[in-house]
């Protein structure tokens, strides 16, 4: 069964047995009783498994334990969270937690509810537990999790939290999904140990990285730049990752993430008929709901991917073609909503604005379909589109939008400004952002130097005039104080 996880991802799966569908009688043998509430759950009766979990679990005649336990709290915990009782979820989960055996699940939803709920020294102590006593429920967890709370912990302020729970993910966190890079949360780490003078410290995690996102993070901040070896050569790192990425994927064939990450490798190296060639082959597998392990999950990407090669290739039929059947194909039930965004801003740099428009006019916008990022994605495409075809009003309430809501994503409502033209407004971003040690880095990657397109693939709107923004005085000065931008031999589109 497929679970929705806490943290607003899905997180797991569990498989259940069939049986004959009837209410085991107090004091039945538990064998009989589990078969009962898995035949139960597997028809979709979550309240009836829900009930005779309970029931199993609290029949004192016949006490669960070892994998009987675990199953009857992953399946109490699981309906829980079906019925949206969050309160009594996370409680099951504390308890479940706190006997033995305990699973990799429950130790998931009670770090995802704790995430969702912001109660960060809660999230620590489960984050402890599971270092000291749970690796396998630590090294289970997705990544993406962590990064998540890293960034919530960061926004907050809370610097000592997140701090604590980065030296542990450092020290105990060794990730066993094969394409999961834990660079981001060590670079985070050693950011923090410059900041507090351990340099040496810093410069043994920065001496540690080898993926290419890891150093190309460490080229966007002069301070750690400055401590890394000046050896390190980011196209041999590219040609290293695409080969390590390769690797990977034969080992686990079953895993599309993997032709995904092996397909942008090869776009970031300029090869895009192989990167094409990569993602076309498995297309058939992608209907296939058995296709992949990672299917229900990764399909968007796939999608994603072929209509960023096509787009790379100048090919703009065949990108938007695959932005519409990734849409099409869904996510979890619901439209894909990055990808009507994202097609919606492919429209706009090769010059359809209207068509954007009229994209972003059947984007999903019920309450909790986008995140606030995705409402900041939303009406900064929406403002450049509009700007561009003419329509100043409509663009003017975006502007207003994005100036308000700066904080749910800087990076769209500079964007916007760069895309209508208000370089002043571009510029007073860009200073503050470099004047900041928590936003220099990403202002001097959006600030860096790139190979060109292709003289068929134009520049996006808002990239258009950051030569002309960069040469401004001002913005001059403030590059030089941060430390200057970094020059990457790739195109933006493949970094």
């Not at 033209?421 to 200073?431: E, K, V």
Request: hydrophobic letters at 40%.
């Amino acid at each position: 069964m497929k679970i929705g996880g806490a943290f607003g991802v899905a997180a797991a799966f569990l498989a259940w047995a069939a049986c004959a569908p009837a209410m085991a009688a107090p004091g039945a043998p538990l064998d009989e009783a589990l078969r009962t509430i898995r035949q139960t759950y597997d028809r979709g009766d979550y309240s009836a498994a829900l009930s005779m979990a309970r029931h199993t679990l609290d029949d004192r005649s016949n006490p669960p334990s070892g994998d009987a336990l675990m199953e009857l709290n992953n399946v109490i915990v699981d309906c829980e969270y079906r019925a949206k009782d969050m309160a009594k979820m996370y409680r099951d989960a504390m308890r479940a937690t706190a006997s033995e055996p305990s699973s990799i699940y429950v130790w998931r939803m009670r770090l995802g509810s704790e995430y969702n709920s912001k109660h960060y020294d809660a999230a620590l102590t489960t984050i402890t537990l599971m270092a000291q006593s749970h690796r396998a429920a630590l090294n289970a967890t997705p990544i993406r999790l962590f990064d998540a709370l890293h960034a919530l912990m960061k926004n907050a302020g809370d610097r000592d939290t997140d701090f604590r729970m980065l030296k542990i993910l450092n020290d105990a966190y060794q990730p066993i999904a094969p394409f999961a890079e834990v660079e981001d949360l060590r670079l985070a780490y050693a950011r923090q140990l410059y900041d507090a003078n351990d340099k040496a410290a810093a410069v043994n995690l920065i001496n540690g990285i080898q993926t290419f996102s890891g150093l190309v993070e460490v080229s966007t901040d002069p301070d750690l730049r400055a401590l890394q070896d000046p050896k390190v050569n980011l196209q041999l790192a590219a040609e290293r990752q695409l080969v390590e990425d390769q690797i990977t994927l034969s080992q686990h064939p079953d895993i599309l993430e993997g032709v995904t990450r092996v397909a942008g490798d090869l776009r970031r190296l300029g090869r895009y008929q192989d990167a094409l060639a990569v993602l076309e082959k498995v297309r058939p597998r992608i209907g296939t709901p058995n296709g992949f392990s990672d299917r229900d999950y990764q399909q968007g990407s796939w999608w994603e991917g072929l209509a960023t090669t096509y787009v790379a290739l100048g090919d703009y039929d065949h990108a938007i073609e695959s932005y519409r059947a990734g849409i099409g194909s869904g996510e979890f039930g619901q439209r894909n909503v990055s990808q009507v965004l994202d097609s919606a801003l492919e429209q706009m740099r090769f010059g359809h604005y209207e068509d954007a428009l009229v994209t972003l006019a059947a984007a999903p916008d019920k309450p909790g379909e986008r995140s606030p990022y995705g409402e900041m994605v939303f009406h900064y495409a929406h403002g450049c589109a509009a700007w561009l075809a003419g329509h100043k009003q409509d663009a003017a309430k975006d502007i207003a939008y994005v100036t308000v809501h700066e904080r749910d994503g800087p990076g769209n409502a500079v964007a916007l400004s760069l895309c209508v033209g208000d370089l002043d407004a571009a510029a007073a971003h860009f200073i503050r952002d470099l004047n900041d040690p928590d936003e220099r880095a990403g202002a001097l990657e959006h600030l860096a130097d790139f190979l060109p397109n292709a003289a068929n693939v134009p520049e996006p709107p808002a990239d258009k005039v950051l030569t002309q923004l960069k040469a401004r005085a001002d913005v001059k000065a403030a590059i030089e104080k941060a430390g200057g931008i970094p020059s990457f031999p790739f195109r933006r589109d493949d970094l």
